[in-house]
């Protein structure tokens, strides 16, 4: 899908306005201005082809098509922003990711060594050798079930 990023940034911002009952509101959450917000709706009402909130004086009410909406987007777009933001704050004194790297097998006790010396206990390393040919390379992925 070609806007697929687009279409999730104006679903992110459609929940924020739900949940913060305004366009104001969400503008302050978001760090941005009302203006963004209100041109973001409409490009997502344009998009679905419906109308999403009606104005009551000063406020804005979610129509009934906006309230079924969000029950769908809610939980995949607070999933997917939590993905997000973990992979934006990569911390390697909390963090417990595995990283697994190709070497020649003659350079591979330079990385184990920098990695064991390392003041992050909680991340690990695994160094396999790295492959001389598409056919070794395949035997390895065979070898550890792991086929790219």
């Not at 992110?12 to 739900?18: D, G, K, N, R």
């Not at 104005?55 to 009410?61: D, F, K, L, W, Y």
């Amino acid at each position: 899908m070609k806007n697929s990023s687009s279409h999730f940034n104006l679903l992110a911002m459609f929940a924020v306005v739900i949940e913060q009952g305004s366009f104001s509101a969400a503008a302050v959450h978001l760090n941005t201005n009302q203006s963004t917000i209100s041109t973001a709706m409409a490009r997502l009402r344009e998009l679905v082809g419906q109308e999403l909130f009606v104005r009551s004086g000063r406020r804005i009410i979610p129509t009934s098509y906006a309230e079924n909406l969000y029950e769908q987007v809610e939980q995949p777009v607070a999933q997917l922003t939590g993905v997000l933001k973990s992979l934006e704050t990569f911390d390697p004194a909390t963090s417990k990711r595995k990283f697994v790297l190709a070497a020649p097998e003659h350079l591979q006790w330079i990385f184990h060594e920098s990695f064991s010396n390392s003041p992050y206990p909680n991340l690990t390393l695994e160094v396999f050798e790295q492959p001389d040919t598409e056919e070794q390379a395949y035997r390895i992925c065979l070898r550890r079930n792991t086929m790219p």
